[in-house]
T-cell receptor, first 114, second 113 residues
Framework: AQSVTQPDIHITVSEGASLELRCNYSYGATPYLFWYVQSPGQGLQLLLKYFSGDTLVQGIKGFEAEFKRSQSSFNLRKPSVHWSDAAEYFCAVGGLGSARQLTFGSGTQLTVLP | NAGVTQTPKFQVLKTGQSMTLQCAQDMNHEYMSWYRQDPGMGLRLIHYSVGAGITDQGEVPNGYNVSRSTTEDFPLRLLSAAPSQTSVYFC????????????FGPGTRLTVL
């Protein structure tokens, strides 16, 4: 069965500081990996996704993520956080096996201090 | 384009009542899905559809029914509401499957008393 762990429930950073949100996944084959962001009261929006190829993927809003197969990780990074980045971030994994669906992590809430 | 729309935004039910959450998309997407979001649990897939007339169960399908008679609409029915179904429900659509970018609706907040 596929699963996703986001070990940090809540992270606080100062505006302008760098950010790294952790995501560990479990999947038997090559996974499809995603990061979504949810602003308060809104639906989710895709930040970036990884299927194959270059293990460093660029997304919208200045975010990037690195796929590390040996560590089963897909951490999200941003060099300089803006106050508008305050939101909840979800990592998700899926594959083309028997269960063709996305499994989401429990989310990391990001607070940005002025 | 309106994208993915959901109605109602809020709903309060009593235990045992039934209701239908509406979801519509105007992007001609084949794949549509319903998730529920509960605190500390992320999103869990309830049902999904890969095209009109085709539906399948997700991770937590019990107590819910879906049908897909048109490409645009994917309603979710609660057959007999229970307090455990208190949640925020999101509908999403994508071109052909979960590997494509999923576009989410604004959500329906449901409370079952």
């Amino acid at each position: 069965a596929q699963s996703v762990t986001q070990p940090d429930i809540h992270i606080t950073v100062s505006e302008g500081a760098s950010l790294e949100l952790r995501c560990n996944y479990s999947y038997g084959a090559t996974p499809y990996l995603f990061w979504y962001v949810q602003s308060p009261g809104q639906g989710l929006q895709l930040l970036l996704k990884y299927f194959s190829g270059d293990t460093l993927v660029q997304g919208i809003k200045g975010f990037e993520a690195e796929f590390k197969r040996s560590q089963s990780s897909f951490n999200l990074r941003k060099p300089s956080v803006h106050w508008s980045d305050a939101a909840e971030y979800f990592c998700a994994v899926g594959g083309l096996g028997s269960a063709r669906q996305l499994t989401f992590g429990s989310g990391t809430q990001l607070t940005v201090l002025p | 384009n309106a994208g993915v729309t959901q109605t109602p935004k809020f709903q309060v039910l009593k235990t045992g009542q039934s209701m239908t959450l509406q979801c519509a998309q105007d992007m001609n997407h084949e794949y549509m899905s319903w998730y529920r979001q509960d605190p500390g649990m992320g999103l869990r897939l309830i049902h999904y559809s890969v095209g009109a007339g085709i539906t399948d169960q997700g991770e937590v399908p019990n107590g819910y029914n879906v049908s897909r008679s048109t490409t645009e609409d994917f309603p979710l029915r609660l057959l007999s509401a229970a307090p455990s179904q208190t949640s925020v429900y999101f509908c999403a659509s994508s071109e052909s499957g979960f590997t494509d970018t999923q576009y989410f609706g604004p959500g329906t907040r449901l409370t079952v008393l």
